[in-house]
Structures are given as structure tokens and as C-alpha cells.
């Protein structure tokens, strides 16, 4: 019986090594999406005046964990034969051992005039982020339907390790007008109706790359604070609109990001507080075929089109010099309740300083 098991198991796996291997299913083009979860911190309730201000956001991301559709391991999809599974039948699945790490400077340059339009005063900003990305993923064994869990086939260990990559350089330039208005002494909002380019290089045959692909992305936010008696709070609301990518023929789904921070001053240059975001994809996923690179469309595992979501909380710690000559922000920021995308942990280091 052992014999004929451990056949049963070598015909399985030479059939599947035959097949071609599905992607791991992704949320948005490639689990990525056009903002960076977290950037907004004590810069939300910083005060804001006509002028020039710089801001030097750095970030260290890692993960070592890429959650599926159902919140689990991410698994891979790979159809067996008709003569073995029948039209429709079960499909064989690989679990995939994945890691990340980004690492990136968000320099950021603003500019407020003293020009008003509907009540708040008018202005500009531009952010031209410089990233180092790295991502791994490897085969962690395939079940077959009716004999088990065995080795991956070579076929699958090379179709899922051959996303492995690594990329440094700029990535996508975004620029937006800005509207700020001051409520009251202690209440402002801010809106920012931004515009992100496909500047950062970008090839579709590869999982990793400096820029998200060649399409835009409309990305409109609103800013609220509150600065009370010894608490800041702030959120900032953000939805992100993609056209298609030209290169793959892949259309992200809108997404939805929030930004908060709480903050209490425990001294008049310091303050510690809670920080977090959550992301939550609101609309599916699709793709067309007959593009240059549309592979990806045949390959994806579109799966309720793999909306992504995540949510983060963590720490943070703000030193203010001389009552706001420069602002130094640190926070680590741990995400939990992943779908469809990495989940992991991020350092942030932010300087501000107006000009």
C-alpha cells in the first residue's frame, strides 16, 4: 500500500509540474497601492501657515506574512487535468511563503499663499518618493486532492520564486493643490485632491518594481484636526481612483484609507500618543485581455476580486523645538487582520520643518 501511495504521489506531482501555476492572488495590481499607510502622523494637527514647509518622512517595512482572501496563508490555485479532476473539479493548492521589505525617503515640499478661494488659503505640494523594495516568495508544499501534501513540483517552486525580486530607485511623483482652512482657533481642515504619475521605472514582467505601473491614480483627501487643551487629535481620509494600467490591462479597485494619530503633551517639547490607519478596498478588482503584457489577467486569481484591507495601531513619540522651529516624529506601527496583502510591521522616522 505504501508503494502504490508513494506512486500515486510521483504521478501526482509529474502532472502537476506539466501545468501552468497560477500567481498568488493579489489585491490591487501586485497587493500595492499609490499611499503609504501611516505617513500621516503629528503633521495632521502641526499648525499650518502661509509659507514654505519640508517634510522628510522615512520608512523601514517588513513583513513575513502574505494573507489570503480568507485571512490565511496565501495559497496558489493550480488546475489538475480534466482526466484526473474532471471540468470544474478539485484543484491542487501550494501554500506560499512570502516576505517583504520596503524601505523609503518621501521628501515632501509645500507651499501656502496667502490667496484665498471659497475662505481657506491656497497652495501647492509635490512628493517625489525614493524607495528600496524587496520581496521573496517560495513554494511551502502542495496538497493534492485524494493523495496529500507533497513537495512542490519544480514547476510550481519555480513559477512562485521566480516573483523574487529586488528594485531601488524613485518611484511615483505626486502633486496636488491644497485648500486649508482654520475653523477656529483650536479646528482646521485640509483638502489635497492629488494626482500621482507613473515616473518610477516599471517593467510588467516582474512583481517588483520602483513604480506601481503605468496608469494614474486620483487620490483625494481630507485633513481634520483638533488641537484641544494638551491633546491633538487628527485623521486624514484619502480614496484612491486608478485607470488602467496600459501595460497589463489590470484596473486596481478604489480604496479607502484613514490616517489617525492621538497625542497627548507631556512636557511643552514632547508628546507620546497612539497612531494607526486602516485600509480597506472598496471596489473590485479587473482586468482585460489583449494588452502588450496582459498575462496577469489570464494568471490572477481575481477571487471576490481580492479586495485588500489591513488595520495598524502603534506608538508614537514627537519632540517639538523651540514651540515648532522643527518637528522630529518616531512610531512603530503594527498590522493585524491582513486580506489580500502583506501583513507586517513599520518604523517611521519623520522630520518637518518649515522654511
Known amino acids: 500500500m505504501k508503494s502504490l501511495r508513494m506512486s500515486g504521489v510521483a504521478a501526482a506531482a509529474a502532472l502537476l509540474a ?68 474532471g471540468p470544474g473539479g478539485p484543484r491542487a493548492t501550494t501554500l506560499v511563503d512570502a516576505s517583504a521589505t520596503n524601505i523609503a525617503l518621501l521628501p515632501r515640499l509645500t507651499y501656502l499663499s496667502t490667496d484665498q478661494f471659497l475662505g481657506g488659503n491656497l497652495g501647492v505640494t509635490a512628493m517625489l518618493p525614493l524607495v528600496k523594495r524587496r520581496a521573496h516568495f517560495a513554494a511551502a508544499g502542495t496538497t493534492i486532492p485524494g493523495v ?9 517552486q519555480n513559477a512562485i520564486g521566480g516573483q523574487t525580486g529586488g528594485e531601488t530607485g524613485i518611484g511615483d511623483l505626486e502633486i496636488s493643490p491644497v485648500i486649508h482652512w482654520e475653523l477656529s482657533d483650536s479646528q482646521t481642515v485640509t483638502v489635497a485632491p492629488t494626482v ?48 488602467r494600467n496600459k501595460d497589463t490591462g489590470y484596473l486596481s479597485g478604489n480604496i479607502f484609507n484613514l490616517d489617525y494619530q492621538l497625542m497627548k503633551f507631556v512636557s511643552e517639547d514632547l508628546r507620546l500618543g497612539l497612531q494607526g490607519y486602516f485600509v480597506r478596498q472598496l471596489s473590485a478588482d479587473t482586468c482585460t485581455t489583449g494588452a502588450p503584457a496582459a498575462t496577469q489577467c489570464t494568471t490572477l486569481n481575481l477571487i471576490d476580486g481580492n479586495k ?30 491582513a486580506r489580500n496583502r502583506f501583513e507586517g510591521a513599520a518604523f517611521w522616522l519623520t522630520l518637518s520643518k518649515p522654511l
Open 308 to 337: 485588500m484591507s489591513v488595520n495598524a495601531a502603534g506608538p508614537a513619540f514627537g519632540w517639538i523645538k523651540n514651540g515648532g522651529e522643527m518637528m522630529i516624529e518616531a512610531k512603530v506601527l503594527r498590522e493585524y487582520k
Open 196 to 243: 500621482v504619475a507613473p515616473t518610477g521605472d516599471y517593467n510588467a514582467s516582474q512583481r517588483v518594481n520602483t513604480g506601481y505601473g503605468n496608469f494614474y491614480t486620483f487620490r483625494p483627501s481630507v485633513q481634520y484636526a483638533f488641537i484641544g487643551d494638551g491633546w491633538d487629535v487628527g485623521a486624514r481620509a484619502v480614496m484612491s481612483f486608478n485607470t
Open 18 to 85: 506539466s501545468m501552468a501555476v497560477s500567481l498568488p492572488a493579489v489585491a490591487a495590481e501586485n497587493g500595492l497601492q499609490r499611499y503609504s499607510p501611516g505617513v500621516g502622523g503629528s503633521d495632521m494637527t502641526a499648525p499650518l501657515v502661509p509659507g514654505w514647509y519640508f517634510q522628510l518622512p522615512f520608512v523601514a517595512y517588513h513583513a513575513n506574512k502574505y494573507k489570503g482572501n480568507d485571512g490565511q496563508q496565501s495559497k496558489v490555485n493550480t488546475p489538475l487535468p480534466v482526466t484526473q479532476a
Open 148 to 156: 496529500g501534501t507533497v513537495t512542490s513540483p519544480a514547476a510550481v
